[in-house]
């Protein structure tokens, strides 16, 4: 299979004529070739979503609603086919894809088609002497980079709200899984959706991805990825004075105290732990157990870890699938090996499957302290640690303890203890007694390396608006 981007609401070949491969992680197979897309395949994007700006943004919200409410339903239809895609690209397990990653690009859809559509905005009156309210207007050409994770799922958390909004965009999918983006397109002229609305251009961040940040007719960028291409992100786009959002990386701390439903905080982090291959940002990759339960919880952990099937994923029974490339797997496998050389026990896995694909065993590793660098960098693989604490000062200071923080979760059934711990911990999303439970509704992001801004729901929705104050004397 050949990509092609889709710019003006066709698909047309890159400039340079160029394409490279992708990879699928389970079988190290070529599944298709990408375009290596440049400067000049975002010029004809970023001019055909100005093309199509005005008549899209002067569109009724409900109109703009119902376009997006028909390409919710058609991936909704085409759940199957795009889960297959989705775990072929990605290397998840199809299952995962299918309960989780496309459910939620539909879930992305509707709730911004719906929201749009019961928004409201702010007026404050001066005393007697004038009347002030908000506009909230489409900022223009939305330029929108995600990572290949999740592919579709992220991707999908950005092109709806902007579009909802009334902007036109050009996204960059990551270079490693274009294929649900691609499938995306082909939905959306399905949908109706104008040409110019919703462009696609595929290649290298370095290339295409840099492109679009340093273009001077797109005036906001919605990214998620790493933190060091953030930072790139973010040198590019301040000289220009763009609107940013910045979804980092993480390092998650999951906190588990004596008191917590163990049977529930154990299963549950199996999840948090392990799910998507722990390739998600929100992943809790440093567990921290109240030492009065401390051995009770490794033993029982590693326990369950070690009973996880891994491998194919197309198999409906697989847990954990491949990671996303070689280079990938030598980087999480490289972080088991620090974690010897740094003093660590490995508790089980550490290996990797000899297999033409990328898995590698989910792995617990035990006895580092929270200076090790096993500890304090981002490894995005299946691998976490597990430390103990003494009492409730020492488990946030260890939680606090790196210079991300995206998200947390904490395991306890003293109320005012979750109260307390959750207000003291320095991240964006705090989860008691639960993990990657999602409302559309609340904000989402980071602090410290985590990111900057917020999105979801309503800060979605302003995030991809500009707000105009207008003030009328009375
Ligand atoms: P990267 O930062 O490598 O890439 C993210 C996206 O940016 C890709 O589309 C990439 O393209 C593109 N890109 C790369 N270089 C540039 C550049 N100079 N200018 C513009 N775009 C560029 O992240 P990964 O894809 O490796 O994703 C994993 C990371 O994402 C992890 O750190 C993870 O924590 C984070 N993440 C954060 C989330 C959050 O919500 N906070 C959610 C999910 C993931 P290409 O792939 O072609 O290089």
């Known amino acids: 299979m050949r990509l092609a981007n889709f710019i003006d609401g066709k698909f047309v070949a890159p400039r340079s004529g160029a394409y490279f491969e992708d990879v699928n992680p ?134 709806a709200p902007a579009i909802a909004a009334g902007n036109t965009c050009v996204a960059k999918p990551s270079e490693l899984t274009p294929l649900t983006a691609n499938r995306l397109a082909e939905l959306s002229l399905e949908a109706g959706l104008p040409a110019g609305v919703m462009n696609i251009v595929h290649g290298y961040g370095a290339k295409a991805g840099a492109a679009l940040c340093e273009h001077p007719d797109v005036p906001l960028i919605s990214f998620t990825g790493g933190t060091v291409t953030g930072g790139k992100v973010a040198a590019a786009a301040a000289p220009l004075f763009k609107k940013l959002s910045l979804e980092l990386g993480g390092k998650n701390p999951n906190v588990i105290f004596a008191d917590a439903d163990l049977d529930d905080a154990i299963a549950t982090s199996i999840q948090s732990s392990f799910a998507n291959q722990g390739e998600i940002c929100l992943c809790g990759s440093r567990m921290f157990v109240e030492r009065s339960i401390y051995d009770t919880f490794v033993a029982r952990f590693v326990e369950a870890t070690a009973r996880l099937r891994i491998g194919d994923p197309t198999d409906e029974t697989t847990e954990v699938g491949a990671l996303i490339s070689a ?148």
Request: aromatic share 8%.
């Open 26 to 159: 389970a079988t190290a197979e070529t599944i298709a070739e990408i375009p290596d897309s440049d400067r000049r395949d975002v010029d004809d994007a970023v001019r055909a979503a100005k093309r199509a700006f005005s008549s899209w943004s002067g569109l009724r919200a409900e109109e703009r609603s119902r376009v997006l409410l028909r390409l919710a339903d058609l991936i909704e239809q085409n759940l199957e086919s795009l889960a297959r895609l989705e775990s072929e690209d990605n290397g998840k397990p199809v299952a995962l894809a299918r309960r989780m990653d496309i459910p939620r690009a539909v879930a992305n859809f509707r709730f911004f088609a719906t929201a749009i559509l019961h928004g409201s905005s702010e007026a404050h009156v001066t005393d007697s002497v004038a009347l002030n309210y908000t506009l909230r207007q489409p900022v223009g050409v939305a330029g929108l980079i995600s990572p290949w994770n999740l592919p579709l799922y992220l991707l999908s958390w950005k092109i």
């Open 327 to 474: 280079a990938h797997l030598a980087k999480v496998s490289g972080y088991v090996d620090l974690a010897r050389s740094e003093g660590g026990t490995v508790a089980c896995g550490g290996d990797r499957i000899e297999h033409r694909g990328f898995f590698l065993q989910p792995t617990v590793i035990t006895g580092l302290g929270c200076d090790t660098r096993v500890l304090q960098e981002e490894i995005f693989g299946p691998v976490v640690t597990i430390t103990p604490f003494e009492d409730e000062a020492e488990a946030i200071a260890f939680a606090n303890s790196t210079r991300y923080g995206l998200s947390a979760t904490v395991w306890t059934r003293d109320l005012q203890r979750a109260h307390r711990v959750a207000a003291a911990l320095d991240v964006g999303t705090v989860w008691v007694n639960c993990w990657l439970l999602r409302d559309l509704r609340v904000p989402f992001g980071g602090v410290k390396d985590s990111g900057v801004g917020r999105e979801g729901g309503s800060d979605s929705l302003h995030f991809f608006t500009e707000a105009k104050n207008v003030c009328v004397k009375l």
